[in-house]
């Protein structure tokens, strides 16, 4: 996440809320793979709303596929500076909320829930500066680019809708998860896994 520099972003639109078991639902029953912990296209009991889980980089994609197809709209994955940029708004902050970490503001570690919660649940107090929920805590976020540790020592100041690299083994992942502790679900902190 090291060194800090600025990032020019064309104008785009991000979702307010993460994709939940409800909306998968749908791709799912039209032959998307379903979740670990689903029984066939049925997810976990009273996690209607709460956000899908154990969905790869790659099921990710072929859901936005079908979302595109359904909805004759483009929608996408957002790039890695897209999704910090809806999360920590133009001022820096370190959580979306602000600079003083908020135990009531997201689903992580310290509440020790154990599990997802709701999305929107922590919202308006947990909100990014645009008005994005759970963009901190409850589950990582899937972004398009592909991870590379020394993608920010390699940037020069000012780029514009920066990609990443075109190459990888590791997808990027942002916003931490209920398991993750202050440090990790941090607007600048940045992890990866397999696609």
């Keep these: 996440e090291q060194p800090r520099h600025s990032v020019e972003l064309s104008e785009y639109s991000i979702g307010k809320y993460p994709i939940t078991n409800q909306q998968y639902q749908a791709f799912v029953k039209e032959g998307g793979k379903s979740p670990e912990g689903w029984d066939g296209d049925q997810y976990p009991q009273g996690k209607d709303a709460h ?15 079908w979302l595109n197809e359904k909805t004759k ?16 708004g133009e001022d820096g902050r370190i959580w979306s909320w602000g600079n003083e970490f908020g135990e009531k503001n997201a ?6 829930l154990n599990d ?17 929920a759970d963009m901190l805590g409850n589950v990582w976020e899937w972004c398009d680019d592909w991870f590379d540790e020394k993608e920010y020592k390699n940037r020069k100041d ?9 190459t990888g083994t590791y997808r990027v992942l942002r916003g ?6 202050r440090d990790y679900v941090r ?5 990866r896994n397999l696609p």
């Design 51 to 65: 956000p899908v889980v154990n969905v790869s980089w790659e099921d990710a994609m072929l859901y936005v596929k």
């Design 73 to 88: 709209k483009n929608y996408r994955l957002p790039t890695e500076a897209e999704w910090e940029k809806a999360a920590r």
């Design 107 to 112: 689903n992580t570690a310290e509440l020790q």
């Design 116 to 132: 997802t919660t709701p999305v929107g649940q922590f919202s308006p107090q947990g909100d990014s500066p645009y008005g994005n």
């Design 158 to 166: 000012g780029v514009k809708d920066p990609q990443g690299t075109q």
């Design 176 to 181: 931490g998860s209920f398991g993750n502790s």
């Design 187 to 191: 607007c600048a902190y940045r992890s």
